[in-house]
């Protein structure tokens, strides 16, 4: 072939590489949006992330911002959560710039709750359950991405560990029933409060960081800030967790606790393959987000064969996929003339074959399938409109940690008018107390003061016995200068 020749197809391969490029619309740097029309007839909407892009990051979202009988629209949960603090960076104080949602795992709807398990910003919210052969997608502080296999948890490995007292003590759940003679953690995912009775005790504990999954010898530290008896349902702030415990576990907690001590939290998650008895050699360990889902469809880059008629027939999709470069989320619309649905097999293909990705899980689909992309719904859901639903997957950028610095720990503050107390800084917190216009109250230590979150800075404030969160336009304050900050 002739130089001139070798220029010509040198010059068109360039220019169908930029051409399949340019389809991709760039929503955020890192985070990009196309549609496809593909054989069926099917139309498919797709978002992917570059896993190199520090700024980028995968976490999951929970319906109403909670874990028992919280359902929310796709629409509704991306809102919640935009502007949120989170922990990317293994600090808390950034915040979420949510980009693209879609709804996640499927329903137990006798208990209120996502089926499978569920982990968010790095919070083990809902366990996932032992010897079921699957779990979920999984993204990790690192970046490092996998779908998890077949798990457990050997119960002596799930520890509260009394730093003070050189004591620990098996934990039996995670923001389930607490039963006599047990000791159960509540997250601040599972509820406003822990709804419990009267008829044990609770400690609330200040976490360092999320109760993230970390192994023994390794925990994530906190220190007790308060110790309840017989005083049931306890407020639960968005950076603590509550130790609840009855009968003999009761006893033990007590016996090792008081306000000021230092308390760790070490769990595991054992892995196996789907046989449940091969280890699977994946390391869930300071797990950012994960999130349950059925039909492992494509597994190293192989399309995975089932008969199960759930596979088999054609519905709306929702998937998550990715490769070593990329996080693809995939919603395909069905039960209708211009798309009609895909089967396991069909989004398989068209992961592998259009999307390059080598894995692939199915979430929930049907009438749940929706994605949202920078405050709009992009699909056609079946049900004629968006459906709500218990927990979803975000495509986030991160947003660098800013603090206000008009007011300091210490300083008298009064309410402009009436408002509440919030269990975290945002307004998507739950409620501690009510203040009244022109009450006073002070500000307390806290190391995110005048953190910016939604669009505002919140501050950490005591009024009489209640503390919580307030956002600096809801105060005045006497101090040198304050109005001229303003």
Known sequence: ??????????????????????????????????????????????????????????????????????TETVSGMANRYEGAVNYWGQ???STNDVVVAINGDFWDTTLGQPQSGHISSGWYVKRFTNYTGGSGFVWQLDGDAYIGGCVTHTSSRQKVQYLSTGQDQNFNGINSARENDQLVIYTPQYNEHTNTDTSGSEVLVRMSRPMLIMPTPNYARG?????????????????????????????????????????????????????????????????????????YFLKDGVVQSSTDPGATDRHPRTAVAFNENYIFFIVVDGRSSISVGMSMSEI????????????????????????????????????GAERATYNGLMMIRNQPIVQSPRLSTGRTVEVRSGTTLRLGPGT???????????QQGQVVEHALNGVTAEGQSWWYCQFGSATGWLSESALTSHAPHWETYR
């Not at 619309?25 to 593909?38: C, H, K, R, W």
């Not at 968005?238 to 576990?249: E, N, T």
């Not at 749940?368 to 056609?380: Q, Y």
């Not at 739950?430 to 203040?435: D, K, R, T």
């Open 348 to 383: 398989g293909n068209f992961c592998k074959n259009t999307l390059g990705a080598t894995e692939g899980l199915n979430q929930d689909g049907g009438g749940s399938s929706a994605m949202w992309v920078d405050g709009e719904i992009k699909n056609v859901p079946s049900d």
């Open 223 to 295: 220190t007790v800030v308060e110790v309840r008896q017989n005083l049931g349902s306890t407020p639960i702030p968005f950076d603590c967790i509550v130790l609840s415990a009855k009968g003999s576990a009761e006893t033990k907690l007590l016996a090792n606790v008081s306000v000021g001590a230092e308390v760790g939290i070490s769990q595991e998650i054992t892995d196996y393959e789907s046989d449940c008895s091969t280890p699977g050699g994946r390391d869930w360990t300071k797990t950012y987000a994960a999130i349950g889902g059925s039909f």
């Open 91 to 93: 600090s808390w104080g």
């Open 428 to 438: 998507h917190y739950g409620e501690a107390a009510s203040v009244s216009t022109g």
């Open 1 to 70: 072939m002739t130089a001139m020749k070798l220029s010509v197809v040198f010059i068109v391969f360039i220019g169908i590489v930029g051409m399949a490029q340019a389809d991709w619309e760039a929503l955020a740097p890192g985070i990009d949006y196309q549609e496809f029309t593909v054989s069926g007839p099917n139309n498919c909407f797709v978002a992917r992330m570059d896993r190199s892009n520090p700024d980028c990051l995968i976490d999951s979202c929970l319906g109403r911002g909670e874990l028992i009988f919280g």
